[in-house]
């Protein structure tokens, strides 16, 4: 439909670059925001830095167990999306290639999933990891994150697997090879894109996840950044620069994400829009 | 035929690993919801059987309504809102004037970002000292409360919720039009039709399953997406006027260890995306017969 005359080509981009800045207006307002001492945000909050003053960073680095929340955050992110990526494409592999009896039901159980509202899930987890003795253990929520992503990451790769020809697998079999070799040494390296794609958005998906961290994990050592702003917000609510220096180091890595990968992940969930 | 056997073997060893996770910590759980739905119980101490009980107290319980009261407010603002909008917005970008493809990342842009980190910043914009507020001076308005009023408060969460969520929307249209045949609109145009004809007679119609497609997700929404905007922006009030079932559920068990309530509350909202899951698929399907 692309027969708009001149003057209407005009009239569309005008609008669509007024939306683009009601999303970006307030982020780059935070931003500047930042570099603000509380005093002159008080004096006039719509006031220009006087100096490229970043204090209020260095002061969230320094206190409030700040790196310590990176590192969890990233440590809980980087291991549920890497050990999702391998049992997730093993299985979407044997579902999708190996012949078996029984697979039918396995994908009925992880379609399941998919029309699971996650949140109705909380009662019963927390009384599971609390018998597992994993309530407060970084590594409890890592695992609950691996089964919450499963039924969106196998769907993701099977979708791709099942485009890898059969004749290719076929021929590495009369070669000798078994299925876990054709897998490992044939099915990832294909599988490359895809896992790369999957990886990036869950990676920001359990970033930016708050109701599990933030039951999962009560103790502070092991909070997440994302959880630790509820805190924040209460505490530094009246000095909205520092605070936003808070959110917006919080968010670095995702915006450093999109901001490398925003093709990729654009269409990624392009890709998953379409069933 | 060992071959055969080695891959029947083979094959559930692979998925063995994954199955047994998300047996352990989806599936299993959905089915202790239910049974906990039945019972009284604090979380720690012993279980009681209850029967329906708990369905009874939701039932008769003022706060439930409040809360589904709620969802609906946000049903009737939000569903036409993160629907409309986004379609609108998709069908300008499918224009491609120059630089669409920079606006397109613009608007998903906030879509990566958590909901804490942008519902905290939306919040201090409407706080009584906030920029709103400020801008609003200039124009000789007086200072006002957004957040005492739960009304208002719903509207501003609604839209809230449209700025963070609608590039993701408007990537899901953009994906069903990028299936449209272009030879419809080379007809059309030899035809001599114009812009709006089209969009009426051609895009329109052929956007119908993503529109019923991105209405379902919507829907969804309203039940159980709410909770971090609510949490973030106004912690369910002014006194229950924000909270909604999820937020609801939240509170009984995490505050009032009231896990009997929760978990049929669960099991309440289970029940809804169920029916909302089967009314999409029958609607899906009766497009399917029209078509025919």
Same mark, same amino acid.
């Given at each position: 439909m692309k027969n708009t005359g001149k003057a209407s080509k005009v009239l569309v981009f005008v609008l669509l670059s007024l939306l683009a800045l009601t999303t970006l207006v307030p982020i780059l307002y935070m931003c500047e925001v930042t570099l603000l001492t509380k005093e002159e945000y008080m004096l006039n909050m719509f006031s220009l830095p006087s100096s490229f003053n970043l204090e209020n960073y260095h002061v969230v680095l320094q206190n409030f167990n700040f790196v310590q929340m990176v590192f969890n955050s990233l440590m809980i992110s980087t291991l549920t999306v890497v050990l999702s990526l391998f049992l997730t494409s093993l299985t979407a592999y044997s579902v999708d290639k190996l012949a078996w009896k029984g697979k039918k039901f396995v994908m009925a159980l992880i379609t399941v999933g998919m029309f699971?509202?996650?949140?109705?899930?909380i009662l019963p987890v927390y009384q599971i990891l609390i018998s597992l003795n994993m309530v407060n253990n970084r590594l409890g929520l890592v695992t609950f994150y691996m089964a919450l992503s499963i039924p969106f990451t196998v769907m993701m790769q099977r979708a791709n697997i099942h485009g890898i020809s059969n004749e290719i697998l076929e021929s590495a079999s009369i070669d000798g090879a078994g299925h876990f070799r054709i897998y490992w040494s044939i099915v990832l390296p294909l599988l490359k894109p895809t896992l790369a794609t999957a990886a990036i958005l869950n990676f920001i998906t359990y970033w930016n996840e708050l109701l599990y961290a933030m039951i999962l994990l009560q103790n502070e050592a092991y909070r997440t950044v994302t959880v630790s702003i509820v805190s924040m917000t209460n505490k530094f609510g009246s000095n909205p620069p520092l605070l936003y220096a808070d959110l917006l180091l919080s968010a670095l890595p995702v915006i450093v994400i999109y901001l490398v990968a925003q093709k990729q992940i654009i269409k990624g969930v392009s890709a998953g829009a379409v069933k | 035929m060992k071959a055969k056997h080695r891959q029947q073997i083979e094959g559930i060893a692979y998925v063995l690993p994954a199955m047994l996770l998300y047996s352990c910590f989806v599936l299993i759980p959905i089915l202790c919801v239910y049974v906990y739905s039945t019972m009284e119980w604090d979380g720690m101490g012993e279980m009681t059987f209850v029967g329906l009980a708990n369905f009874v107290e939701i039932f008769k319980s003022a706060e439930f309504r409040t809360a589904l009261g709620n969802n609906i407010k946000f049903f009737i603002l939000g569903v036409p809102l993160w629907t409309i909008f986004p379609m609108i917005v998709a069908v300008l970008l499918h224009e491609?004037?120059?630089?669409w493809r920079f606006f397109r990342s613009a608007y998903f842009f906030p879509t990566v970002i958590s909901t804490s980190v942008l519902a905290t910043l939306f919040k201090t914009f409407f706080l009584y000292d906030g920029p709103v507020n400020r801008i609003g001076a200039l124009f000789g308005l007086e200072p006002f409360e957004w957040f005492a009023h739960g009304n208002i408060a719903i509207g501003l969460i609604t839209i809230a919720v449209n700025w963070m969520g609608f590039g993701s929307a408007v990537l899901i249209f953009l994906s069903g039009m990028a299936n449209f045949p272009p030879e419809i609109y080379e007809a059309a145009e030899l035809d001599g039709a114009k812009w709006w004809r089209m969009l009426r007679s051609i895009t329109l119609p052929l956007l119908r399953p993503t529109l019923q497609f991105v209405i379902m997700l919507n829907i969804m929404s309203v039940f159980t997406g709410m909770f971090g905007f609510v949490f973030m922006i106004t #912690? #369910? #009030?002014?006194?229950?006027? %924000? %909270?909604v079932l999820e937020y609801l559920l939240y509170t009984k068990a995490f505050e009032l260890h009231d896990m009997g309530y929760a978990s049929a509350l669960s099991v309440v909202l289970f029940v809804i995306v169920v029916l909302v899951t089967l009314l999409q698929r029958k609607v899906t399907k009766g497009n399917d017969e029209v078509q025919l």
């Open positions: 699971m509202p996650g949140q109705v899930l | 491609e004037v120059k630089g #912690g #369910g #009030g002014p006194g229950y006027d %924000t %909270t």
